[in-house]
């Protein structure tokens, strides 16, 4: 008997099998034009047209395979190619169109510290993941294993279309620091073995591969609880080359957080925070609404205590309103009356009046958790969640501010069109400076964002936790937006490759100089070590740093 996952994979092949253009190029060449002038390249669009070839005489192309024809008929001459009408052509655009190409891998099921009621347990899954959700099933069907998911991720985006250059790993899975340190050194070295498409004895010979080579690893993201963060930890965090950390908030309300059996308080997120600041982390929070003795009312106000406590200030942020599934303990709960899931009405409310008070420096990653509405028992099973309570911010003269809503995407810009702003905000360890390329007042898209720099200022008159970064400044990250372009290509309107970092880098150097740092650092991703050597800096430890003169 033939598994479902069998089958899909038959079908993705058969989707993606090369299409031979002898004898067939003047016909291919019509349908490229025809899918060129079909904008915006809707499925409906899509599939017209490709119906109307396959009246006369060619198969059913897939968007990988019109993309592979693409290039075929530019290679042979008979097309020029053509950047723009690449990207036009590509599947699923969104997922290239912030700088990056991310690639999402889950680790092996393994036992959680957490005991959670909210969180979903499935044996076949690691902590808090579903089965039948999208990156789960990719998941086991390699059998978790790190190569295989990160080899098959890399040939699904370049097969429609989209750049592998640099690439922003997610890891996925749990609680990242319960996993012994033996299996997570494999897990990340097998995954840049795949990212190099050959194999190293260790993972320091794979970082070195990596930081010259064609796919670059550019970030590196692992989820764990605050709980698990200490400065052992970060080293550890450094040694294997991670420079983002998502870590569950959940709530900031200590009755919550104990009725929900989360195992840690409030105090212990802002230790964790201040850590992770001052190593130089991006810091990724996950806030659920409705949790077993939340309110509406309470939850609003608790998710401005996300930017009122200056020990908290995520730079970006997961929403997730929960979801009740029947496989977790709140299930119990709602059983016997004593939990009650908002409505889909409430939902977007909730999430409207949280949207409102997101900061200018925070990316909004996600609103609402990808489960299968199939899995959801009771409560909110809308999919667009975002997109009504984006509506009903517009509604109301206020929309949303955050990095996400305001990223340049695929806007050609120029540079006289951008000017240099500095948001400062304050931590409980640090002065904060978010330098950001935005587009001007008068121009036909006003407040669209192309590019920033995270500069930490730690406050020297507190011990740091990594005696190495004494008298450092911090340079958590720089990000440039539009297009993943790769690497050495020209711009060509789009925000990449423009010199934007160069000059945010140059901006973060004259504020921390200017504010008496006599050194500043960057944490770099394996990836992007070749890029800050081009700056000044030079790889010292676990940091790259550079001297202020």
């Not at 993201?221 to 052992?232: G, L, P, S, Y």
């Not at 599934?325 to 409430?346: C, F, H, I, K, M």
């Not at 900061?359 to 009771?378: K, M, Q």
């Not at 810009?413 to 008068?442: C, G, Q």
């Amino acid at each position: 008997m033939i598994s479902i996952d069998q089958e899909q994979d038959a079908a993705w092949r058969l989707r993606n099998e090369p299409i031979d253009i002898g004898g067939r190029e003047e016909l291919l060449v019509e349908l490229i034009g025809a899918l060129a002038r079909a904008r915006p390249l809707t499925s409906n669009r899509y599939n017209r047209t490709i119906q109307s070839f396959v009246r006369r005489g060619l198969p059913w192309l897939s968007k990988g395979q019109v993309q592979a024809v693409y290039r075929d008929l530019c290679e042979a001459g008979y097309l020029t190619f053509d950047p723009d009408l690449r990207a036009h052509l590509q599947m699923k655009p969104m997922r290239t169109q912030s700088g990056v190409s991310t690639v999402t891998v889950l680790t092996k099921p393994y036992p959680c510290p957490g005991q959670c009621v909210f969180c979903p347990t499935d044996i076949r899954m690691p902590k808090s993941y579903l089965h039948d959700e999208p990156g789960a099933r990719r998941a086991e069907r390699h059998n978790f294993d790190p190569y295989d998911q990160t080899a098959s991720r890399l040939q699904a985006l370049e097969a429609i279309g989209h750049p592998t250059e640099k690439i922003e790993l997610l890891i996925l899975g749990g609680t990242w620091s319960s996993y012994r340190r033996d299996y997570q050194e494999w897990f990340v070295k097998r995954c840049f073995d795949a990212m190099n498409g050959f194999d190293s004895t260790t993972l320091a010979e794979a970082q070195t591969a990596n930081a010259i080579g064609r796919r670059r690893n550019v970030g590196l993201v692992v989820e764990t609880r605050q709980d698990r963060i200490d400065i052992d930890e970060l080293r550890w965090f450094r040694t294997l080359g991670v420079t983002k950390v998502q870590v569950g908030i959940q709530s900031l309300d200590e009755r919550v957080l104990a009725l929900n059996k989360r195992g840690h308080d409030v105090q212990s997120t802002r230790d964790a925070f201040r850590l992770l600041r001052l190593g130089g982390f991006k810091i990724h929070g996950h806030w659920m609404a409705n949790l077993l003795g939340a309110t509406i009312e309470g939850d609003i106000e608790d998710f401005g205590r996300l930017w009122s406590d200056p020990a908290i200030r995520p730079d970006e942020l997961k929403i997730y309103p929960c979801m009740l599934v029947s496989n977790a303990e709140l299930y119990d709960y709602w059983q016997r009356g004593e939990y009650t899931p908002y409505t889909e009405d409430e939902v977007v409310d909730v999430l409207a009046a949280c949207k409102a008070q997101v900061p200018r420096y925070v990316r909004l990653s996600r609103v609402v958790r990808d489960f299968p509405t199939t899995n959801v028992v009771a409560g909110n099973k809308k999919t667009n969640s975002r997109q009504l309570a984006q509506e009903k911010l517009h509604e109301q003269g206020t929309p949303c501010r955050c990095i996400r809503c305001r990223e340049v995407r695929r806007k050609a810009i120029r540079f006289e069109d951008l000017e240099l702003r500095d948001l400062i905000y304050h931590t409980d360890a640090t002065t904060e400076h978010f330098l950001s390329f935005e587009t001007l007042d008068d121009y036909p898209t006003a407040d669209r964002l192309a590019g920033f720099l995270r500069l930490s200022l730690p406050d020297r008159s507190l011990p740091h936790p990594l005696p190495e970064l004494d008298d450092h400044a911090m340079i958590r990250e720089v990000h440039v937006y539009g297009p993943a372009l790769n690497l050495g290509d020209d711009s060509r309107g789009e925000a990449q490759h423009i010199g934007l970092g160069t000059q945010l880098v140059d901006r973060a150097k004259q504020i921390a100089r200017e504010a008496g740092f006599r050194h500043i650092a960057v944490i770099s991703a394996i990836g992007t070590r070749e890029y800050y050597a081009r700056l000044g800096f030079e790889l010292n430890g676990l940091y790259m740093t550079c001297a202020l003169d």
